[in-house]
C-alpha cells in the first residue's frame, strides 16, 4: 500500500522565523533524536561541532530544549518543524532511524545519517544504506569528526542524490491512506462463505 505519512503539516504553518533562518543562506542540516528523547545533549553537542567543522547551519529539533547545549550563531533550534515541508528545503537529515523520520527522510529526498538507538531503527539504517540513500552511524562512533566526513560524503554524492530523488519520486506517486481504507472496505463488503466463519472449523 505504500507509506502512510502524517507529520501534522496540514496543522502547523512556518512560522516568520523558521522562513528566514531556512531560505537566509545555503540549505541547513536538521538533527532530531527523536521526539520522545530527553537525553540528547551529546547528540546536540556533536551535531553543532559537526556543523561548524563542515561549515554548514544546523537546525536542531526537539520538544525539550532543556537538553540543548548554549547555541552559536550556525545553529538554531524549533521545537517542532513538519517534515513533508523542511527536508526538502535541507542539505540532510540527521536522526535515530525511526520507522517515520525514516520514511519521510525518503519522501524529502534527501541525505539521511542515522544513529539508530534500539528496536526497529537498525533494520532501518541498514535499509537506508542498501536502497544508497545515507548511512548510519552507532552511538560509540557518532563524533563530530565522524558526522562531519559521513555528511559531506553523503551531500557531494551524485549516487546518493539519483537514489534520494528516486525514493522521493515513489513516495509522491503513492497514496498508502486511501489504498488502505479502500483495501479495509472492500474486505469488510466481501461475502463470507462457510470456510470464512469463525465458527465454522473450529473457535
Not at 139 to 155: C, E
Request: proline fraction near 9%; charge should be negative; glycine fraction near 10%.
Amino acid at each position: 500500500t505504500g507509506f502512510p505519512l502524517y507529520d501534522e503539516g496540514d496543522l502547523i504553518e512556518p512560522d516568520a522565523d523558521l522562513l528566514a533562518f531556512v531560505e537566509s543562506d545555503s540549505p541547513p542540516i536538521a538533527f532530531t533524536p527523536g521526539s520522545a528523547n530527553v537525553h540528547g545533549r551529546a547528540f546536540f553537542e556533536t551535531a553543532i561541532e559537526a556543523c561548524r567543522l563542515l561549515g554548514r547551519r544546523a537546525l536542531l529539533l526537539t520538544r525539550f530544549p532543556e537538553q540543548l547545549p548554549p547555541l552559536p550563531e550556525h545553529a538554531r533550534h524549533f521545537e517542532f518543524v513538519p517534515f513533508g515541508w523542511l527536508l526538502p528545503r535541507t542539505a540532510a537529515v540527521v536522526h535515530h532511524g525511526g520507522v517515520g523520520s525514516t520514511s519521510q527522510g525518503f519522501a524529502g529526498g534527501v541525505p539521511q545519517l542515522l544513529m539508530p538507538l534500539g528496536f526497529d531503527q537498525f533494520d532501518n539504517a541498514k535499509r537506508v544504506v542498501r536502497l544508497g540513500a545515507g548511512d548510519y552511524l552507532t552511538p560509540a562512533k557518532f563524533t563530530a569528526t565522524s558526522v562531519a566526513r559521513v555528511l559531506q560524503r553523503l551531500i557531494e554524492s551524485p549516487d546518493v542524490a539519483a537514489s534520494c530523488h528516486a525514493l522521493a519520486e515513489r513516495s509522491r506517486q503513492q497514496n498508502a491512506l486511501a489504498t488502505m481504507c479502500e483495501a479495509i472496505e472492500r474486505l469488510g463488503a466481501r461475502r463470507l462463505t462457510p470456510g470464512d466463519s469463525p465458527g465454522a472449523n473450529g473457535p
